[in-house]
Nanobody, 119 residues
């Protein structure tokens, strides 16, 4: 059973927008941070954006000003609004959640979803 349920990926033209969602379905989980990472073919998995429980955000330089990460604590859900998409944004996007469950630190990953930006 998936612990992080991702949605919103797909195909979009350059200059377009997509909104990714990541819902944490685990009970008794309190996240310290949630974030998005991406991996293009033949490349390593890189950070895109993270948000802490306190609302502090961090972005990769390549997406600063175009992407916005947000979170709804009550729903344990994070969002990534991606605007002005470029072909180089094409990758598999993975959601990550770090926090505590039953007093133990946990680090969860989603299964990933494709984002393809056509030129």
């Amino acid at each position: 059973q998936a612990q992080l349920v991702e949605s919103g990926g797909g195909l979009v033209q350059a200059g377009g927008s997509l909104r990714l969602s990541c819902a944490n379905t685990l009970s008794a989980f309190s996240f310290d941070s949630m974030g998005w990472y991406r991996q293009a073919p033949g490349k390593q998995r890189d950070l895109v954006a993270t948000i802490t429980n306190g609302g502090n955000t961090n972005y990769a330089d390549s997406v600063e000003g175009r992407f916005t990460i947000s979170a709804e604590h009550v729903k344990n859900t994070a969002y990534l609004q991606m605007n002005n998409l470029k072909p180089e944004d094409s990758a598999v996007y993975y959601c990550n959640a770090q926090g505590h469950r039953f007093g133990t630190f946990r680090d969860y990953w989603g299964r990933g979803m494709e984002v393809t930006v056509s030129s």
